[in-house]
């Protein structure tokens, strides 16, 4: 059987060239960089490279890069972090309602600590109003988080206006840009950003690394205290092979993000043009042009998205109805909620995530197994045969 992989918002596949450049240091390079004899200096000089090739994908120097573990840790640093930093200037954060449990968990966390949270709703598209972002702000105001762009809907919220308004307000930034990366530019000076998190395994880098870039000047509490590494912001050895290998997905998304971007896109595009054409009332759900160039998420009446997914997975194709983290949770998407979508419709909501490696050819398999399985879930559906002509109408 055909197997076809289009879930690249959950994970990525290693890229060949990021495992060739992670095997030395798992052999012959196996030292300790904190190490002072010849095999920990060794080492050194990749750790130093590795921390270039990520600081020059997003525009800001080395000594910005703070190496962790992934992006939940990045952005629990990032939100914790400026809390307790900054408490003595005030207590009140302004996230989205949409964020990945990363951020919407840390700052739970605070809220039960006496920290306030304004979390900011979003519209139909997934997108937030920027005149209530400005209204939000007050004199407690420390923190602004807000992700680069959405990993269930692929929504982009325009980082560069929202970077000015915490700049006319000097409130800091932080940006959760882990489905960003080698996806759109990212660009930490051009959207004045303080802080923003990166992961890894979302473009060609193992699991378990990730960066926090963390502005010249700015004040943080570290998380995690032990030894020196990471100028005691980070404690812990570091993950070299893992550093090393997302360096080079950093140089590689860097080098192929043009002409990487376009050809999802044109994939994405080739994949929702077909979709809709083939299966009458089914919706996209995300906003028309503001979306990532890989992601397409939808929903088809009068069907369990689950069911859809079930019979994908039986015919070699793997895709999920939103965040991996809550796969397991059996609760409907907190973003497909938040953005007000009907709840038949939520229910059904799928999303494909496209990657490198995906084709053409992949993309006209899933065309041709996709509309029959609808047909055959909707003929099992009893909503399907007691529809109303009013809904039979919906977004058809
Ligand atoms: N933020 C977003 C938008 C994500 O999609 C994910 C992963 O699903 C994370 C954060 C967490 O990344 P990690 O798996 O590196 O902790």
């Given at each position: 059987m055909k197997r076809i992989y289009m879930d690249n918002n959950a994970t990525t596949a290693v890229r060949p060239a990021v495992l060739e450049a992670m095997l030395p240091y798992y052999r012959e390079h196996f030292g300790?960089?904190?190490?002072?004899?010849?095999?920990?200096?060794?080492?050194?000089?990749?750790?130093?490279?590795?921390r270039r090739q990520v600081a020059d994908l997003l525009n800001c120097e080395p000594a910005e890069i703070i190496f962790t573990s992934c992006a939940s840790e990045s952005n629990n640093?990032?939100?914790?972090?400026?809390?307790?930093?900054?408490?003595?200037?005030?207590?009140?954060i302004i996230t989205t309602a949409v964020e990945h449990p990363s951020v919407l968990n840390p700052c739970k966390y605070l809220e039960k600590r006496g920290f306030e949270v304004t979390y900011l709703p979003v519209d139909g598209y997934g997108m937030f109003d920027l005149r209530q972002l400005e209204a939000a702000i007050t004199e407690r105001t420390i923190l602004i988080?807000?992700?680069?762009?959405?990993?269930?809907t692929g929504t982009v919220?325009?980082?560069?206006?929202?970077?000015?308004?915490?700049?006319?307000?000097?409130?800091?930034?932080?940006?959760d840009a882990v489905q960003a990366i080698g996806r759109l530019p990212v660009d930490v000076q051009a959207a004045g950003i303080d802080l923003l998190a990166i992961s890894g395994h979302k473009f060609g880098a193992?699991?378990?690394?990730?960066?926090?870039?963390?502005?010249?000047?700015?004040?943080?509490?570290?998380?995690?205290?032990?030894?020196?590494q990471e100028l005691g912001r980070r404690a812990g050895t570091h993950n070299l092979p893992g550093i090393v290998g997302l360096g080079k997905a950093c140089e590689l998304a860097a080098a192929e993000l043009e002409t990487g971007s376009e050809r999802l896109r044109t994939l994405r595009d080739r994949l929702e043009q077909g979709?809709?054409?083939?299966?009458?009332?089914?919706?996209?759900?995300g906003h028309p042009s503001q979306r990532l160039p890989n992601t397409l998420n939808l929903s088809f009446a009068y069907i369990e998205g689950e069911a859809v997914l079930l019979f994908l997975d039986m015919q070699g194709v793997a895709a999920s109805s939103g965040s991996a983290c809550m796969s397991d949770a059996f609760s409907q998407s907190h973003v497909i909620s938040a953005m007000g979508i009907d709840p038949m419709m939520a229910n059904s909501a799928i999303r494909f995530g496209l990657g490198p490696d995906n084709t053409e050819a992949d993309v006209d398999h899933l065309l041709s197994i996709l509309p029959p399985i609808v047909q055959k879930l909707r003929d099992m559906s009893p909503f399907y045969h007691e529809r109303t002509p009013s809904r039979a109408t919906v977004n058809s």
């Open positions: 300790n960089p904190s190490s002072l004899h010849w095999a920990g200096r060794e080492v050194g000089s990749a750790l130093d490279q590795a640093l990032a939100i914790k972090g400026t809390a307790e930093a900054l408490q003595s200037r005030g207590n009140h988080s807000v992700m680069w762009a959405n990993n269930e919220f325009p980082l560069q206006e929202i970077g000015a308004i915490a700049r006319r307000h000097k409130v800091r930034l932080h940006t193992p699991k378990g690394v990730g960066a926090l870039y963390v502005r010249r000047g700015t004040k943080l509490t570290a998380l995690i205290h032990g030894g020196h979709i809709l054409a083939a299966i009458p009332e089914c919706q996209v759900n």
